[in-house]
């Protein structure tokens, strides 16, 4: 079992940052991508970006690229989403997940999940 718990979130001014966080433990492994998603009311969850463990290759989401940087520390087992000139429509609960393989950017490849930590982002 892995339990991932994500902190970080809260209410921030359109042009904004905020840094999340989310804290791996149990049988976390380093064959794992770590992924953010987020899931807007009355939206489906979404991916935004993930990092592999190891070798910390990362990847993003369109909407996101080149405004939200992921990053992992694998001491810490901890993996950081920076997000950056934040927009109205970023806001969202967002989701730290873990997968032990497939495709990174679907929900069904990721095995675990946090509770989840809102971000608002206000005009």
């Known amino acids: 079992q892995v339990q991932l718990v994500e902190s970080g979130g809260g209410l921030v001014q359109a042009g904004g940052s905020l840094r999340l966080s989310c804290a791996a433990s149990g049988r976390a492994s380093s064959s794992y991508f770590m992924g953010w998603f987020r899931q807007a009311p009355g939206k489906e969850r979404e991916f935004v970006a993930a990092?592999?463990?190891?070798?910390?290759?990362?990847y993003y989401a369109d909407s996101v690229k080149g405004r939200f940087l992921v990053s992992r520390d694998n001491a810490e087992k901890t993996v950081y989403l920076q997000m950056n000139s934040l927009k109205r429509e970023d806001t969202a609960v967002y989701y730290c997940?873990?997968?032990?393989?497939?495709?990174?950017?679907?929900?069904?490849?990721?095995?675990?999940w946090g509770q989840g930590t809102q971000v608002t982002v206000s005009s």
């Open positions: 990092v592999n463990w190891s070798a910390g290759r990362t």
């Open positions: 997940a873990a997968s032990r393989g497939g495709a990174y950017d679907i929900n069904q490849s990721y095995n675990y």
